[in-house]
């Protein structure tokens, strides 16, 4: 069994949605605890969210703005690009702490 750890600070914050807790559950879902990145479709993460894809992009879109993740985009060597997503493990510790 797993599980995924919400940080205070997000529970805590006014501007975050029951949404975007979803959303960033649904991340954590998906990430290797040692890299702390993944590499979800965004559709995948919508499913596992269980909300709408337009729902779940607004939610990402608020997350990267507040810094709970960063996005960056890969290319294979097709030259297919895809969006990977980086948790913000330091901003989980800083909670822990407080």
Request: aromatic share 10%.
């Amino acid at each position: 069994m797993s599980f995924s750890r919400i940080p205070h600070s997000m529970i805590n914050d006014n501007r975050i949605t029951a949404n975007d807790i979803s959303v960033y559950n649904a991340l954590c879902s998906f990430t290797s605890a040692k890299k702390g990145m993944c590499f979800p479709s965004i559709q995948a993460i919508a499913d596992r969210a269980k909300l709408a894809r337009s729902t779940t992009c607004l939610c990402l879109n608020r997350l990267e703005e507040l810094g709970y993740y960063s996005k960056s985009v890969r290319k294979d060597k097709d030259g297919q690009r895809s969006s990977y997503y980086i948790l913000n493990f330091k901003k989980l510790l800083e909670t822990l702490h407080k």
